[in-house]
């Protein structure tokens, strides 16, 4: 599976995120180091679907949901867990957390508000397939996957749609202001900002980044808004933006911030990737480096340029980076250097095809791991497109791919929707064979630990047994098949080969005009020598004598 990356804590003191293996990592920031490694019990059949910070009683628990519906709540402080609920509903999607309330959005559209104090739900009603939720100070509640909806909660009567995103969104939030404002942003290159007082079709300002988007953290006062986005590249990008109305134009990042592992003069210098941040005041807190070994800093908002450059200790190089943190690092004795080959999107296009071919080359097994975001959304949202897009393939270096990097909570889902494709007709169920035989071979062990096994793959079972109770019949209709037509065209070609001419002479009229002459011609000699004599030959030579 992929990182949830979790993010920083309203205080600022812990980081959390939720690794390849399904478990829940704390740090502590002031000591950089990993504080607690959390799974659920079973985790491995109770996958980790979703965490949420909050502040409980002034102290940091992370809310954690699972994709079995239960949702616990752990507070790093003692490393412990304070309390659970079973939602009894599908997957954890998508909490929001307003007070003594939380809000819970699960994988079968229904939201849910728990009231924390009493341990009870006041209020669930299904609205809409989601990803993510938030909720505005008038109660409203706004889902959204590839298209946000706003709602009128409880009624569940939909209020609004916006749409402007093409992937699927991962965050919304609103902002309080002198009116009421939307911010989402997906899996790709844009931020949108909505207005929910006017509710207009199309957004008031979109932010636009140089990569694909990883993680945003967005600082209000007011109408004056400050937004941290990291990219999959590993880039720190930060916009400030006045809510005062409509812009047309894309907005760029008035700073970009990137980090480089320090090296001696013989090295080449390397990128370690900003994995999240978050603003309090005017200072940013950043967490970067290499999973596992992340290391965490602050800094001043105020002093990043368009373009600056932060030389640091890479954290896999030093043990005592790990467990020493800087938490006001000293910038002024830090250079500032200005990028010259700035990547951005108005690169001309022969530049950014270069670089793009360059990438494919550098990388191992792109197009399988390309497949993974795409099954994956597919699966979440039933998206009959997605799906066939995703699992059409026949490469199996690119399905083994695949499989090896699909997440774990995602296997199972698969897994059943080839089962349902194997009793289809023999193309597609050819096709969901060579899927399942990469699953079986790569996920064994996880789908031997699932106790619902033998109910999962009796239905394969049961067709599989059809198919095969009449391969003998038709295989041998096969054979006869084949054998008629090999019998038919061996006919056709001796029949062929019967009336085709070894050698065709074809006479011509002036030929036949000759031959007839020189008949007519050797018939007049043949009569002049019956005229002939021979008597009178023989007197010419006695005369002679």
Not at 259 to 270: G, Q, T, V, Y
Not at 308 to 331: E, F, M, V, W
Not at 474 to 482: A, C, N, P, S
Request: with cysteine.
């Amino acid at each position: 599976m992929k990182e949830i990356v979790v993010g920083f804590s309203h205080s600022g003191k812990y980081y959390a995120e939720v690794n390849l293996n399904g478990k829940l990592n704390v740090w502590d920031t002031n000591a950089g180091d990993l504080r607690h490694e959390y799974s659920p019990s079973s985790h491995l059949n109770t996958a980790i679907s979703c965490v949420k910070w909050i502040q409980f009683e002034n102290t940091d628990v992370l809310c954690i949901g699972t994709q079995k519906g239960l949702i616990e709540f752990f507070n790093v402080v003692s490393g412990s867990i304070m309390s659970k609920i079973n939602s009894r509903s599908k997957s954890i999607k998508s909490f929001h957390w307003i007070g003594q309330y939380l809000y819970v959005g699960t994988d079968d559209g229904t939201v849910s508000k728990y009231n924390l104090k009493t341990n009870t739900v006041e209020t669930k009603k299904i609205l809409s397939r989601m990803s993510t939720i938030a909720i505005t100070t008038s109660s409203k509640v706004l889902t959204a996957s590839r298209e946000i909806k706003l709602w009128n909660y409880p009624s569940g009567e939909l209020v609004h749609k916006f749409i402007g995103h093409k992937n699927e969104i991962f965050l919304l939030h609103i902002i309080e202001a002198d009116k009421c404002y939307l911010l989402s942003s997906a899996r790709d290159r844009f931020i949108n900002i909505w207005s929910l007082s006017d509710l207009k079709s199309e957004p008031l300002a979109t932010l636009i980044a140089e990569d694909n988007i990883s993680s945003v953290y967005v600082y209000s006062n007011r109408n004056n808004i400050t937004v941290t986005v990291t990219t999959e590249s590993g880039s720190l990008h930060v916009y400030q933006h006045v809510l005062n109305g409509c812009v047309s134009y894309p907005l760029k990042p008035q700073g970009t911030l990137q980090i480089a592992a320090d090296c001696s003069k013989d090295e080449e210098a390397k990128q370690m990737p900003i994995v999240c941040t978050k603003i309090c005041e005017s200072r940013v807190f950043i967490a970067y480096g290499t999973r596992p070994f992340l290391a965490f800093e602050n800094i001043d908002l105020n002093k990043l340029n368009k373009c600056t450059y932060l030389a640091r200790q890479d954290p896999r190089k030093s043990k005592t980076l790990i467990g020493a943190h800087i938490i006001h690092p000293n910038l002024t004795e830090v250079k500032f250097v200005e990028q010259k080959k700035n990547r951005s999107s108005n690169l001309p296009l022969e530049t950014r095809l270069q670089n793009m071919s360059e990438e494919i080359k550098n990388t191992v097994q792109t197009k399988g791991e390309s497949l993974v975001h795409l099954l994956v959304q597919g699966l979440r949202s039933n998206d009959k497109n997605l799906l066939e897009s995703a699992l059409f393939v026949k490469d199996e270096r690119t399905i083994n791919n695949t499989v090896s990097c699909l997440p774990l909570q995602s296997v199972i889902m698969l897994v059943k929707k080839l089962i349902r494709l194997s009793q289809d007709r023999t193309l597609i169920s050819s096709v969901s064979v060579l899927w399942l035989t990469a699953i079986l071979r790569i996920h064994a062990s996880l789908l031997l630990a699932n106790p619902d096994v033998l109910e999962t793959f009796l239905p394969l079972e049961n067709v599989l047994g059809t198919r095969l109770s009449n391969f003998e019949e038709l295989g041998l209709l096969d054979f006869k098949l084949k054998a008629l037509l090999d019998r038919l065209s061996f006919d056709n070609r001796d029949k062929d080969e019967e009336q085709e001419a070894l050698l065709v002479y074809n006479d011509s009229d002036d030929g036949d005009k000759r031959t007839t002459d020189e008949e007519d011609a050797m018939d007049q000699d043949i009569n002049g020598d019956e005229d002939f004599d021979s008597s009178d030959f023989n007197d010419e030579e006695i005369d002679g004598d």
